[in-house]
């Protein structure tokens, strides 16, 4: 059996997995609800308004349901015992994990795929903007704009599976990977930014230093993507910070240096 091979083996059954879990199914019509929903009840007329809009409760929304449909995703296989026939096969762990990611993130790209198309029908539906810049300059409001915000929030969702896959390698039991992965979620929200600001105020890092680490942790990156390749070409000033390609290569590191220790720590 080849390593490509066994890499579509594992992803489809990965795939049916989640589509045959009902739990996660729910998570999944949840979070097209709640994009969708926010966006047709606030009736926004213009896509950089929806964007705006969308970008908090999204960096929240987008890490539950990566680690909702992943964190059990590796440890199921080690406590079923499962993975042991699975190391009798003629694969490496690197294909295994990578199998499993992928199965995974179909499903994860395809339910903020979905959630997102849902929220920008809702645009043609509103009538007239009500930001100034979209009246003042009608032609930088455009469907584009809110395809590359979709396709940000997506590589986002795919950083946050690979951190999910990270966590399910960890665990030892249920317990812990629930745990793990609680802590993982209030860490990627809200913690590597709260301890970096406020290792600033405290003066242990200066803020030089502070300025750039800030910027690499997954949700800066993904903000600062936002903000340039989808609202500063509208003319909005946005707050300064690092630039799109720092961003993307942010985000592409944390992708791949976690499914790499998943890898080693799967394997084990």
């Given at each position: ?10 992803a489809?059954?990965?795939f ?7 739990a ?60 042991q ?107 590597l ?12 890092v ?36 690092h ?26």
């Amino acid at each position: 059996m080849t390593g490509s091979r066994y890499v579509l083996d594992v992803a489809q059954r990965e795939f049916l997995t989640v589509l045959r879990t009902r739990a996660l199914l729910a998570v999944a019509v949840g979070y097209v609800l709640l994009v969708g929903g926010a966006a047709w009840l606030a009736g926004t007329g213009s896509y950089l308004a929806l964007v705006l809009d969308l970008l908090t409760p999204v960096e929240l929304l987008v890490p539950v349901l990566a680690f909702a449909v992943g964190y059990r995703a590796l440890l199921a296989d080690r406590e079923s015992g499962e993975l042991q026939t699975i190391r009798t096969c003629p694969v490496s762990g690197h294909w295994y994990v990578f199998g499993v990611y992928l199965g995974r993130a179909v499903v994860v790209v395809g339910v903020v795929v979905v959630g997102h198309a849902v929220a920008g029908a809702a645009v043609p539906m509103a009538g007239e903007s009500t930001l100034s810049v979209v009246a003042s300059h009608a032609t930088v409001d455009s469907p584009a704009l809110y395809l590359r915000y979709v396709l940000v929030t997506a590589l986002f969702a795919l950083v946050a599976l690979s951190l999910a896959l990270l966590v399910s390698a960890t665990a030892r039991s249920s317990r812990a990977g629930l745990a793990l992965a609680t802590g993982a979620v209030v860490a990627l929200v809200a913690g590597l930014d709260g301890a970096l600001l406020g290792s600033l105020t405290a003066g242990v890092v200066p803020p030089d230093a502070a300025t750039a680490l800030l910027g690499l942790s997954p949700n800066t990156a993904y903000r600062s993507l936002v903000f340039e390749l989808s609202v500063a070409p509208t003319g909005v000033t946005v707050p300064e910070g690092h630039s799109a390609i720092l961003g993307g290569v942010a985000l592409i590191t944390w992708l791949v240096a976690a499914l790499g220790f998943a890898s080693v720590l799967a394997w084990r």
